[in-house]
């Protein structure tokens, strides 16, 4: 299962995951729906309490208004 953490790393360092990201967030938004299945693909188990922590932080990661 991989962390947020290594996410946020990986995004850094492959370029392919990083284009992933991008389309999935070139709207700026980001439903809970959508992290969640994202989350999902990538081996992130997220509860639903969890989903106001990571849109934070993804905001605060600049892929989100």
Do not use: H, N, Q, W
Request: aromatic content about 10%.
């Amino acid at each position: 299962m991989a962390t947020v953490e290594e996410l946020v790393e990986r995004y850094r360092t492959d370029e392919a995951f990083r284009k992933e990201v991008e389309a999935l967030t070139a709207d700026g938004k980001l439903s809970p729906g959508d992290l969640l299945a994202f989350a999902g693909k990538y081996g992130v188990k997220l509860s639903l309490a969890d989903i106001p922590k990571y849109m934070r932080k993804a905001r605060e990661l600049g892929f989100i208004r």
